[in-house]
Structure formats: C-alpha cells, structure tokens
C-alpha cells in the first residue's frame, strides 16, 4: 500500500542549482528513507532518517523530518546531470519490522 | 561488494505460460520483497518473505506465488502469465536491523513483456 505522497511528480532545474523534493506521509513511523532509481534500473538507497531525528546530511543530500507534521524533504545540492533519476521515499510504520511503504516519486530532470 | 541478483533484465514470455523470476541476495538477510512497477502507481508489494520457507502476501498477490527453500533466493512465479502483468518486477533484501538503518538493497530488474 503506499501511503507517501511526493511532490512535485517532476522536477527540471538547471545543472548547479539545488533540487528540493517533499515527501507527506500518513502513520507514525520508525524511519523515513529516500531512494534513487536510474530510467530502467533497481532503486538504490540513499538516506534514513530516524523518528527521532530532525535533520541529516549526506553529501550533497540533506533530509529533514517532520513528524509533527508527517512530512519530509530531500536537498540535493549543486546538481548535476547524474543527478537525473526518480527519487522516492519510503517510511517504515511504526508497528513493523519489514514493509517499507512507499510514495509516488518525482522525477527529477537536471538540465546542463 | 553486496548484491542482489535478478536473473533476467529483460524476458518476454506468451500469455498462459508459467513464469518464474528469480532472485539471489548474498547479504544473508532474512527478508525478502517482490515488487512490481508500473508507470503512475509506483511500487506495489507483490509478496514478501521473513525467513525460510514463510511469505506474506502483500497489496497485489493475485495470480503470483512465491517459493523460499533457502535463504538467499526468493523466488516468484506466474502461474499463468496474463498480459496484464507485463511489468518490471523488482527484488529486495533487508535484514531487521538493517532496515531500520541501511534500508532495503534492490536487485536491478526484471522487465517481463508477456505477449
């Protein structure tokens, strides 16, 4: 089932600039990930972020969380063709140990 | 460098036939996911699989089984492939614990065309 929303469903910004996406989700959760996925390939994981944590970088990423208002956001910052990909996110409920469920994705375009 | 392993990218198979993907994680996790994609309704849990031999049915288990005889492979079958489930198929990995802190590993996909 999938519970996350993403906004937007597609992105196309300039090489350099940074890309923001949104995640909404509807049920208390343990963790919030976000994902890449390549045109035509597997999805790779990214990022987690914890119920109990607010904030976290990796790189050019940054996530933030908030639970209060069930919602997250992934930063990529100075963006590059590689870049281009869909992103989703993923939130793992509160009362399991082994679904993932999942939003939409955006597709997100980096122009050079 | 840890994997999980689809055994086809792509396959095109005729309606009626029986189907079986394949899916290897040398990562020694319990669990294990099978997911299709399809354009505007993102991934949908076919079955899944926390230890040997048991599964779950997810949201879409209809017309698809599954087998788990060990550990590492997890394997999904169309019974009677159907043009409606011409798909990407995607596997997954995670380990309790992990999931919680390294999330899921995917294999790259399978592209089932059933014609």
């Known amino acids: 089932s999938q519970q996350g929303e993403e906004d937007p469903q597609a992105l196309s910004i300039q090489e350099g600039e940074n890309a923001t996406m949104n995640c909404s989700y509807k049920?208390?959760?343990?963790?919030l990930q976000w994902y890449r996925q390549n045109s035509g390939r597997g999805l790779v994981h990214l990022i987690l972020?914890?119920?109990n944590e607010r904030e976290k970088h990796s790189g050019r990423l940054r996530v933030t969380l908030d639970t209060s208002k069930k919602s997250s956001s992934l930063l990529i910052t100075a963006s590059r063709a590689a870049d281009t990909a869909s992103y989703f996110c993923?939130?793992?409920?509160?009362?399991?140990?082994?679904?993932?469920?999942w939003g939409a994705g955006t597709k997100l375009i980096i122009k050079p | 460098d840890v994997k999980v392993t689809q055994s086809s990218r792509y396959l095109v198979k005729r309606t009626g036939e029986k189907v079986f993907l394949e899916c290897v994680q040398d990562?020694?996790?319990?669990?294990m996911f099978w997911y299709r994609q399809d354009p505007g309704l993102g991934l949908r849990l076919i079955y899944f699989s926390y230890d040997v031999k048991m599964k779950e049915k997810g949201d879409i288990p209809e017309g698809y089984s599954v087998s788990r005889e060990k550990k590492e492979r997890f394997s999904l079958i169309l019974e009677s492939a159907s043009t409606n489930q011409t798909s990407m198929y995607l596997c997954?990995?995670?380990?309790?614990?992990?999931?919680?802190?390294?999330?899921?590993?995917f294999g790259s996909g399978t592209r089932l065309t059933v014609v």
């Open positions: 990562m020694d996790h319990e669990n």
């Open positions: 972020i914890r119920s």
């Open positions: 993923a939130t793992q409920p509160m009362d399991s140990n082994y679904q993932l469920i």
């Open positions: 049920t208390s959760i343990n963790n």
């Open positions: 997954a990995s995670s380990s309790p614990a992990g999931s919680g802190m390294r999330g899921y590993t």
